[in-house]
Protein backbone atom coordinates (compact mmCIF):
# COMPACT_ATOMS: atom_id res chain seq x y z
CA UNK A 1 0.00 0.00 0.00
CA UNK A 2 2.65 2.46 0.92
CA UNK A 3 4.89 1.71 -2.19
CA UNK A 4 1.70 2.10 -4.24
CA UNK A 5 1.10 5.54 -2.55
CA UNK A 6 4.69 7.03 -3.65
CA UNK A 7 3.78 5.34 -7.35
CA UNK A 8 0.64 7.71 -7.51
CA UNK A 9 2.46 10.65 -5.59
CA UNK A 10 5.40 10.50 -8.71
CA UNK A 11 3.48 10.51 -11.41
CA UNK A 12 0.89 13.50 -9.97
CA UNK A 13 4.23 15.20 -9.43
CA UNK A 14 5.37 14.56 -12.96
CA UNK A 15 1.99 15.41 -14.40
CA UNK A 16 1.67 18.53 -12.66
CA UNK A 17 5.59 19.77 -13.74
CA UNK A 18 4.49 18.39 -16.84
CA UNK A 19 1.54 21.41 -17.04
CA UNK A 20 4.02 24.09 -17.52
CA UNK A 21 5.25 26.67 -14.75
CA UNK A 22 4.52 29.47 -12.91
CA UNK A 23 6.55 32.28 -13.01
CA UNK A 24 8.61 33.62 -9.69
CA UNK A 25 9.46 37.29 -10.86
CA UNK A 26 6.10 39.37 -11.11
CA UNK A 27 5.83 41.74 -13.65
CA UNK A 28 5.24 45.13 -13.82
CA UNK A 29 2.79 46.65 -16.74
CA UNK A 30 4.87 48.58 -19.45
CA UNK A 31 4.16 49.80 -23.28
CA UNK A 32 7.81 47.94 -23.80
CA UNK A 33 7.70 45.80 -27.15
CA UNK A 34 9.97 43.01 -26.98
CA UNK A 35 11.73 41.34 -29.63
CA UNK A 36 14.19 38.70 -30.09
CA UNK A 37 16.95 37.77 -32.65
CA UNK A 38 18.68 34.66 -32.60
CA UNK A 39 22.69 34.40 -32.63
CA UNK A 40 21.70 31.43 -35.40
CA UNK A 41 19.01 31.38 -37.62
CA UNK A 42 19.66 27.60 -38.93
CA UNK A 43 22.62 26.06 -36.81
CA UNK A 44 22.05 22.55 -38.14
CA UNK A 45 22.69 19.61 -36.47
CA UNK A 46 24.00 19.16 -32.95
CA UNK A 47 22.96 22.20 -31.24
CA UNK A 48 20.41 24.03 -28.96
CA UNK A 49 19.36 27.10 -30.82
CA UNK A 50 16.54 30.05 -29.19
CA UNK A 51 14.02 31.50 -30.76
CA UNK A 52 11.29 34.06 -30.04
CA UNK A 53 7.97 34.80 -30.55
CA UNK A 54 6.99 38.66 -29.48
CA UNK A 55 3.33 38.75 -27.97
CA UNK A 56 1.29 40.98 -29.07
CA UNK A 57 -1.31 43.97 -28.06
CA UNK A 58 -1.13 44.04 -24.18
CA UNK A 59 0.82 41.22 -24.37
CA UNK A 60 3.81 43.14 -26.11
CA UNK A 61 6.38 42.85 -23.32
CA UNK A 62 6.20 39.52 -23.55
CA UNK A 63 8.57 37.47 -25.07
CA UNK A 64 8.48 33.61 -25.41
CA UNK A 65 12.06 31.98 -25.86
CA UNK A 66 11.49 28.59 -27.51
CA UNK A 67 14.82 26.73 -26.85
CA UNK A 68 15.00 23.88 -29.31
CA UNK A 69 17.01 21.07 -29.87
CA UNK A 70 18.02 20.22 -33.62
CA UNK A 71 19.20 17.09 -35.21
CA UNK A 72 21.26 14.89 -32.83
CA UNK A 73 20.50 11.53 -30.90
CA UNK A 74 20.25 9.86 -27.79
CA UNK A 75 18.95 12.36 -25.91
CA UNK A 76 17.86 11.96 -22.42
CA UNK A 77 17.43 15.14 -20.19
CA UNK A 78 18.82 18.51 -20.66
CA UNK A 79 20.44 21.16 -18.09
CA UNK A 80 21.76 24.57 -18.53
CA UNK A 81 21.51 27.92 -17.13
CA UNK A 82 19.26 30.86 -18.67
CA UNK A 83 21.59 34.22 -17.95
CA UNK A 84 20.00 37.75 -19.02
CA UNK A 85 19.95 41.48 -18.16
CA UNK A 86 17.97 41.35 -14.85
CA UNK A 87 17.53 45.64 -15.14
CA UNK A 88 16.28 44.60 -19.01
CA UNK A 89 13.86 41.67 -18.50
CA UNK A 90 12.05 39.38 -16.16
CA UNK A 91 11.15 35.65 -16.22
CA UNK A 92 7.30 35.10 -16.14
CA UNK A 93 6.66 31.48 -17.05
CA UNK A 94 7.59 28.42 -18.62
CA UNK A 95 5.93 25.73 -20.06
CA UNK A 96 6.97 22.07 -21.43
CA UNK A 97 8.40 21.53 -24.84
CA UNK A 98 7.75 18.44 -26.86
CA UNK A 99 11.23 16.61 -27.74
CA UNK A 100 11.46 14.76 -24.43
CA UNK A 101 7.83 13.75 -24.57
CA UNK A 102 8.40 11.75 -27.43
CA UNK A 103 6.91 8.28 -27.75
CA UNK A 104 4.99 9.22 -24.94
CA UNK A 105 7.44 9.36 -22.24
CA UNK A 106 6.77 11.25 -19.05
CA UNK A 107 8.84 14.21 -18.59
CA UNK A 108 10.10 16.17 -15.18
CA UNK A 109 10.81 19.87 -15.80
CA UNK A 110 12.59 22.05 -12.99
CA UNK A 111 13.08 26.04 -13.79
CA UNK A 112 13.99 27.99 -10.35
CA UNK A 113 14.21 31.57 -10.99
CA UNK A 114 15.35 32.74 -7.84
CA UNK A 115 18.31 34.51 -9.01
CA UNK A 116 16.98 37.62 -10.93
CA UNK A 117 19.02 37.76 -14.59
CA UNK A 118 18.99 33.48 -14.23
CA UNK A 119 17.11 30.80 -14.71
CA UNK A 120 17.94 27.27 -14.15
CA UNK A 121 16.45 24.58 -16.39
CA UNK A 122 16.37 21.04 -15.88
CA UNK A 123 14.27 18.41 -18.35
CA UNK A 124 14.57 15.44 -17.89
CA UNK A 125 12.66 11.97 -19.12
CA UNK A 126 11.33 9.74 -16.10
CA UNK A 127 10.26 6.39 -17.68
CA UNK A 128 12.13 3.89 -19.53
CA UNK A 129 16.09 5.22 -19.21
CA UNK A 130 15.48 5.63 -23.31
CA UNK A 131 17.00 8.50 -25.35
CA UNK A 132 15.24 10.41 -28.26
CA UNK A 133 16.80 10.70 -31.74
CA UNK A 134 15.93 14.25 -32.62
CA UNK A 135 15.34 14.43 -36.92
CA UNK A 136 14.66 17.44 -37.20
CA UNK A 137 14.14 20.76 -34.45
CA UNK A 138 11.95 20.12 -31.72
CA UNK A 139 10.98 22.33 -28.94
CA UNK A 140 12.85 21.20 -25.30
CA UNK A 141 10.59 23.77 -23.43
CA UNK A 142 9.66 27.38 -23.91
CA UNK A 143 10.58 30.60 -21.46
CA UNK A 144 8.55 33.61 -21.31
CA UNK A 145 10.30 36.78 -20.54
CA UNK A 146 8.90 39.94 -20.00
CA UNK A 147 11.24 43.04 -20.95
CA UNK A 148 11.21 45.60 -18.28
CA UNK A 149 13.43 48.55 -19.89
CA UNK A 150 14.44 49.86 -22.88
CA UNK A 151 17.57 48.73 -24.63
CA UNK A 152 19.11 45.42 -25.37
CA UNK A 153 20.12 41.95 -23.45
CA UNK A 154 22.33 39.14 -24.29
CA UNK A 155 20.46 35.58 -23.70
CA UNK A 156 23.09 33.12 -22.89
CA UNK A 157 23.42 29.32 -21.81
CA UNK A 158 25.44 28.67 -19.04
CA UNK A 159 27.20 25.30 -17.80
CA UNK A 160 24.72 24.02 -20.98
CA UNK A 161 24.43 20.07 -21.32
CA UNK A 162 22.41 17.74 -23.42
CA UNK A 163 22.76 14.44 -21.38
CA UNK A 164 22.18 10.54 -23.10
CA UNK A 165 20.65 7.55 -22.13
CA UNK A 166 24.03 6.06 -21.02
CA UNK A 167 24.33 5.00 -16.83
CA UNK A 168 24.74 6.92 -15.30
CA UNK A 169 23.75 9.85 -18.01
CA UNK A 170 26.30 11.88 -19.03
CA UNK A 171 27.17 15.23 -21.26
CA UNK A 172 26.66 14.63 -24.94
CA UNK A 173 29.79 15.71 -26.82
CA UNK A 174 29.84 17.97 -29.88
CA UNK A 175 26.90 19.93 -28.69
CA UNK A 176 26.83 23.89 -29.59
CA UNK A 177 24.45 26.12 -27.87
CA UNK A 178 23.54 28.97 -29.20
CA UNK A 179 21.34 31.79 -26.97
CA UNK A 180 20.29 35.12 -28.58
CA UNK A 181 19.41 39.07 -28.07
CA UNK A 182 16.47 40.46 -26.77
CA UNK A 183 14.98 43.71 -27.17
CA UNK A 184 12.34 46.45 -25.95
CA UNK A 185 11.70 49.51 -27.17
CA UNK B 1 20.15 -14.20 56.31
CA UNK B 2 21.52 -13.21 53.40
CA UNK B 3 21.10 -9.95 52.36
CA UNK B 4 21.37 -9.51 48.31
CA UNK B 5 21.84 -6.52 46.11
CA UNK B 6 20.21 -5.82 42.85
CA UNK B 7 21.35 -8.13 40.51
CA UNK B 8 23.85 -9.79 42.42
CA UNK B 9 24.41 -12.15 45.53
CA UNK B 10 25.79 -11.18 48.94
CA UNK B 11 26.16 -14.21 51.25
CA UNK B 12 25.42 -13.75 54.77
CA UNK B 13 21.97 -12.48 55.67
CA UNK B 14 21.15 -12.46 51.85
CA UNK B 15 20.28 -8.89 50.86
CA UNK B 16 19.69 -8.07 47.27
CA UNK B 17 19.17 -4.63 45.80
CA UNK B 18 16.56 -5.13 43.90
CA UNK B 19 14.51 -3.16 40.87
CA UNK B 20 13.32 -0.05 42.16
CA UNK B 21 10.56 2.57 40.58
CA UNK B 22 12.82 5.40 39.91
CA UNK B 23 16.06 7.11 40.55
CA UNK B 24 16.50 8.16 44.30
CA UNK B 25 15.81 5.08 45.25
CA UNK B 26 17.03 1.36 46.11
CA UNK B 27 15.21 -1.63 45.95
CA UNK B 28 16.71 -4.53 48.36
CA UNK B 29 15.14 -8.20 49.03
CA UNK B 30 16.77 -10.97 51.43
CA UNK B 31 16.33 -14.29 52.22
CA UNK B 32 13.96 -15.06 55.74
CA UNK B 33 15.47 -15.17 59.10
CA UNK B 34 14.47 -18.27 60.79
CA UNK B 35 12.03 -17.51 63.58
CA UNK B 36 12.25 -13.54 62.66
CA UNK B 37 8.92 -11.92 62.95
CA UNK B 38 9.97 -8.72 60.82
CA UNK B 39 13.01 -6.88 59.63
CA UNK B 40 14.34 -3.59 60.25
CA UNK B 41 16.89 -2.28 57.15
CA UNK B 42 19.63 0.09 58.51
CA UNK B 43 21.36 2.26 55.75
CA UNK B 44 23.80 5.26 55.97
CA UNK B 45 26.73 6.96 53.98
CA UNK B 46 29.79 5.11 55.47
CA UNK B 47 30.41 1.93 55.54
CA UNK B 48 28.95 0.19 58.60
CA UNK B 49 27.91 3.05 59.85
CA UNK B 50 24.46 3.19 59.38
CA UNK B 51 22.47 6.69 60.50
CA UNK B 52 18.90 5.24 59.43
CA UNK B 53 16.49 2.41 60.27
CA UNK B 54 13.18 1.39 58.14
CA UNK B 55 11.26 -1.30 60.15
CA UNK B 56 9.27 -3.11 56.92
CA UNK B 57 7.93 -5.54 59.21
CA UNK B 58 7.60 -9.34 57.90
CA UNK B 59 8.18 -8.28 54.38
CA UNK B 60 11.57 -9.69 53.03
CA UNK B 61 11.89 -6.71 50.28
CA UNK B 62 11.72 -3.28 50.41
CA UNK B 63 12.59 -0.52 48.08
CA UNK B 64 14.65 2.60 49.67
CA UNK B 65 12.88 6.54 48.96
CA UNK B 66 13.77 9.67 48.76
CA UNK B 67 17.68 8.97 48.61
CA UNK B 68 20.55 11.32 47.37
CA UNK B 69 21.27 10.63 43.99
CA UNK B 70 24.79 9.95 43.08
CA UNK B 71 25.99 9.43 46.80
CA UNK B 72 27.17 5.82 48.14
CA UNK B 73 25.10 4.04 50.42
CA UNK B 74 25.47 0.80 52.37
CA UNK B 75 22.51 -1.03 53.95
CA UNK B 76 22.23 -4.04 55.95
CA UNK B 77 18.98 -5.72 57.43
CA UNK B 78 18.32 -7.12 61.09
CA UNK B 79 15.43 -9.51 61.61
CA UNK B 80 13.76 -9.57 65.21
CA UNK B 81 10.98 -11.25 67.42
CA UNK B 82 9.49 -11.01 70.49
CA UNK B 83 12.72 -12.18 71.84
CA UNK B 84 14.58 -8.82 69.93
CA UNK B 85 16.82 -8.17 67.50
CA UNK B 86 19.36 -10.35 66.00
CA UNK B 87 22.74 -9.73 67.09
CA UNK B 88 23.84 -9.41 63.86
CA UNK B 89 23.82 -7.49 60.72
CA UNK B 90 23.39 -8.93 56.86
CA UNK B 91 26.16 -8.82 54.95
CA UNK B 92 26.04 -4.95 54.00
CA UNK B 93 25.75 -4.01 50.46
CA UNK B 94 26.36 -0.95 48.72
CA UNK B 95 25.54 0.96 45.90
CA UNK B 96 24.28 4.07 44.06
CA UNK B 97 20.47 4.61 43.60
CA UNK B 98 19.39 3.18 40.70
CA UNK B 99 20.23 4.86 37.60
CA UNK B 100 17.37 7.21 35.72
CA UNK B 101 17.02 8.37 32.23
CA UNK B 102 15.04 11.41 31.98
CA UNK B 103 16.04 12.95 28.45
CA UNK B 104 18.09 12.45 25.34
CA UNK B 105 18.76 15.02 22.53
CA UNK B 106 19.10 15.62 20.36
CA UNK B 107 15.48 14.28 18.64
CA UNK B 108 15.64 15.62 15.16
CA UNK B 109 18.65 14.74 13.28
CA UNK B 110 19.93 15.00 9.47
CA UNK B 111 20.80 12.52 7.07
CA UNK B 112 24.89 11.53 7.10
CA UNK B 113 25.29 13.49 11.04
CA UNK B 114 27.54 13.03 13.02
CA UNK B 115 26.91 14.48 16.41
CA UNK B 116 26.78 13.77 20.05
CA UNK B 117 23.58 12.06 21.76
CA UNK B 118 23.05 13.58 25.53
CA UNK B 119 22.00 11.30 28.04
CA UNK B 120 20.72 13.01 30.66
CA UNK B 121 19.77 11.46 34.24
CA UNK B 122 20.50 10.57 37.19
CA UNK B 123 23.09 8.11 39.17
CA UNK B 124 25.42 7.16 36.03
CA UNK B 125 28.20 5.55 37.94
CA UNK B 126 31.84 5.36 36.38
CA UNK B 127 32.23 3.20 34.27
CA UNK B 128 28.59 2.76 33.40
CA UNK B 129 27.56 1.04 30.10
CA UNK B 130 24.80 2.31 27.38
CA UNK B 131 23.31 0.09 25.95
CA UNK B 132 21.16 0.60 22.42
CA UNK B 133 18.33 -0.92 21.13
CA UNK B 134 16.81 0.42 17.59
CA UNK B 135 13.22 -0.43 16.98
CA UNK B 136 10.83 1.02 14.58
CA UNK B 137 13.13 0.79 11.27
CA UNK B 138 11.44 0.66 8.00
CA UNK B 139 11.24 -2.97 6.68
CA UNK B 140 13.54 -1.95 3.79
CA UNK B 141 16.43 -1.02 6.51
CA UNK B 142 15.87 -4.47 9.02
CA UNK B 143 19.25 -5.37 9.81
CA UNK B 144 20.74 -2.76 8.31
CA UNK B 145 19.82 0.37 10.81
CA UNK B 146 22.87 2.73 9.18
CA UNK B 147 22.76 4.22 12.82
CA UNK B 148 25.87 3.79 14.84
CA UNK B 149 26.07 4.41 18.57
CA UNK B 150 29.87 4.80 19.56
CA UNK B 151 32.67 6.45 21.84
CA UNK B 152 29.96 5.62 24.89
CA UNK B 153 31.32 7.88 28.05
CA UNK B 154 30.02 8.96 31.39
CA UNK B 155 30.48 12.54 31.74
CA UNK B 156 29.00 12.69 35.47
CA UNK B 157 26.24 11.14 37.48
CA UNK B 158 23.52 12.86 35.68
CA UNK B 159 24.83 12.73 31.83
CA UNK B 160 26.29 10.32 29.64
CA UNK B 161 27.31 11.19 26.09
CA UNK B 162 27.76 8.96 22.75
CA UNK B 163 28.97 9.53 19.74
CA UNK B 164 25.83 8.84 16.86
CA UNK B 165 26.31 8.73 13.60
CA UNK B 166 23.48 8.77 11.01
CA UNK B 167 24.75 6.95 7.77
CA UNK B 168 25.14 7.81 5.21
CA UNK B 169 25.57 10.89 2.86
CA UNK B 170 28.88 10.12 0.45
CA UNK B 171 28.18 9.53 -2.73
CA UNK B 172 27.71 5.57 -3.89
CA UNK B 173 26.34 5.04 -0.64
CA UNK B 174 22.56 4.88 0.70
CA UNK B 175 21.01 7.18 2.98
CA UNK B 176 19.67 6.95 6.56
CA UNK B 177 15.57 6.99 5.76
CA UNK B 178 13.76 9.87 6.41
CA UNK B 179 11.55 9.08 9.32
CA UNK B 180 11.42 8.36 12.79
CA UNK B 181 12.08 5.28 14.79
CA UNK B 182 12.76 4.86 18.07
CA UNK B 183 15.92 3.98 20.38
CA UNK B 184 15.93 2.07 23.47
CA UNK B 185 18.69 3.48 25.76
CA UNK B 186 19.80 1.40 28.77
CA UNK B 187 22.51 2.53 31.04
CA UNK B 188 23.86 -0.12 33.28
CA UNK B 189 25.91 0.60 36.16
CA UNK B 190 28.86 -1.56 37.16
CA UNK B 191 27.10 -2.93 40.38
CA UNK B 192 24.73 -4.35 37.29
CA UNK B 193 21.53 -1.95 38.00
CA UNK B 194 19.75 -0.60 35.31
CA UNK B 195 17.64 2.14 33.88
CA UNK B 196 16.02 2.44 31.01
CA UNK B 197 13.95 4.37 28.46
CA UNK B 198 13.08 5.51 25.12
CA UNK B 199 13.76 8.25 22.88
CA UNK B 200 12.69 8.96 19.45
CA UNK B 201 15.06 10.14 16.74
CA UNK B 202 13.64 11.83 13.71
CA UNK B 203 16.20 12.01 10.52
CA UNK B 204 15.73 14.03 8.42
CA UNK B 205 16.17 14.78 4.78
CA UNK B 206 19.50 16.45 4.04
CA UNK B 207 19.66 19.25 1.53
CA UNK B 208 23.29 18.07 0.39
CA UNK B 209 21.89 14.63 -1.04
CA UNK B 210 20.20 16.66 -3.74
CA UNK B 211 23.47 17.35 -5.60
CA UNK B 212 22.75 14.01 -6.87
CA UNK B 213 25.79 14.15 -9.06
CA UNK B 214 28.19 15.72 -7.06
CA UNK B 215 30.79 13.81 -8.52
CA UNK B 216 31.05 16.03 -11.45
CA UNK B 217 33.33 18.76 -10.83
CA UNK B 218 31.50 21.46 -13.69
CA UNK B 219 28.79 21.24 -11.32
CA UNK B 220 30.00 20.67 -7.77
CA UNK B 221 27.79 21.80 -5.05
CA UNK B 222 25.15 22.93 -7.76
CA UNK B 223 21.49 21.65 -7.70
CA UNK B 224 21.11 21.71 -11.37
CA UNK B 225 19.58 19.87 -14.48
CA UNK B 226 22.12 17.31 -14.17
CA UNK B 227 21.05 15.98 -10.91
CA UNK B 228 17.56 16.33 -11.87
CA UNK B 229 18.44 14.08 -15.13
CA UNK B 230 20.71 11.26 -12.83
CA UNK B 231 17.64 11.38 -10.91
CA UNK B 232 15.15 10.78 -13.44
CA UNK B 233 17.07 8.28 -15.12
CA UNK B 234 17.13 5.95 -11.78
CA UNK B 235 13.29 6.70 -11.56
CA UNK B 236 11.01 3.98 -10.90
CA UNK B 237 14.00 1.60 -9.76
CA UNK B 238 14.42 -0.09 -6.87
CA UNK B 239 17.58 -0.88 -4.64
CA UNK B 240 18.88 -3.72 -6.69
CA UNK B 241 17.79 -3.06 -9.79
CA UNK B 242 18.77 -1.93 -13.56
CA UNK B 243 19.72 1.22 -13.57
CA UNK B 244 19.33 1.91 -9.69
CA UNK B 245 21.50 4.97 -8.10
CA UNK B 246 21.49 5.19 -4.56
CA UNK B 247 22.56 8.88 -4.73
CA UNK B 248 19.46 9.50 -6.34
CA UNK B 249 17.29 7.54 -3.61
CA UNK B 250 17.24 11.18 -1.64
CA UNK B 251 15.56 9.94 1.10
CA UNK B 252 16.87 6.89 1.63
CA UNK B 253 13.75 4.59 1.24
CA UNK B 254 15.10 2.32 -1.27
CA UNK B 255 13.00 3.36 -4.26
CA UNK B 256 13.75 6.62 -6.71
CA UNK B 257 10.35 8.07 -6.84
CA UNK B 258 8.05 10.90 -6.62
CA UNK B 259 9.27 11.61 -3.25
CA UNK B 260 12.48 12.07 -4.31
CA UNK B 261 11.58 14.07 -7.25
CA UNK B 262 9.59 16.35 -4.60
CA UNK B 263 12.83 16.76 -2.71
CA UNK B 264 14.90 17.28 -5.62
CA UNK B 265 12.66 20.13 -7.05
CA UNK B 266 12.25 21.77 -3.85
CA UNK B 267 16.03 22.26 -3.79
CA UNK B 268 16.49 22.81 -7.37
CA UNK B 269 18.45 25.90 -8.18
CA UNK B 270 20.26 26.01 -5.15
CA UNK B 271 23.62 26.73 -4.36
CA UNK B 272 26.04 25.81 -1.75
CA UNK B 273 27.43 28.72 -0.12
CA UNK B 274 30.29 26.69 2.11
CA UNK B 275 27.54 26.18 5.09
CA UNK B 276 24.34 26.25 3.45
CA UNK B 277 22.27 25.47 0.74
CA UNK B 278 20.83 28.62 -0.62
CA UNK B 279 17.84 28.97 -2.63
CA UNK B 280 19.33 31.32 -5.47
CA UNK B 281 21.46 30.08 -7.91
CA UNK B 282 25.25 29.67 -8.17
CA UNK B 283 27.22 32.76 -9.38
Same mark, same amino acid.
Given at each position: ?????????????????????????????? $????????? *?????? $????????????? $?????????????????????????????????????????????????????? *??????????? *????????????????????????????????????? *????????????????????????? | ????????????????????? +??????????? /???????????????????????????? +??? /?????????????????????? +???? +???????????????????????????????????????????????????????????????????????????????????????????????????????????????????????????????????????????????????????????????? /??????????????????????????????????
Amino acid at each position: MRRVKWIVTGLLLVSTLGCGGGGSESGSST $NYAGSFVPD *AQNPGA $NTVYVTGSPGTGS $NASLVTLHVYVNNTSDVYGASFDVSFDSTKAQFVNWTPGEVLEFGGQSVSYQVN *ATTPGRLVVGV *ARTSGGVGVTVSEAKPLVHLTLRVTNTGSSAVRFTNP *ALLNSQDPPAPKSGMTFFGGMLSAV | MRLLPHGRNILALGLLLAAPA +SAGTVGLRWDP /LAGATGYRVHYGASPGSYSSVRDVGSAT +STT /LTNLVNCSSYYIAVKGYSSQGE +SLTY +SNEVTGWSRPEITSASPAAVRQGDRLTLNVNGANFQPGAALDYDIVGLPTSLAGDPLVRVENIGVVSCNQIQAQLTIEPTAAGLRAMEVGSFAVNLDVVNPDTVVGASTTQLNVQFSESRADVNESDAVTANRIDGKDLVWLAYSFGSGEGQPKHNSDAD /LNGDGFVDGEDLAYLATRFGGCWTGSAWSAGACP
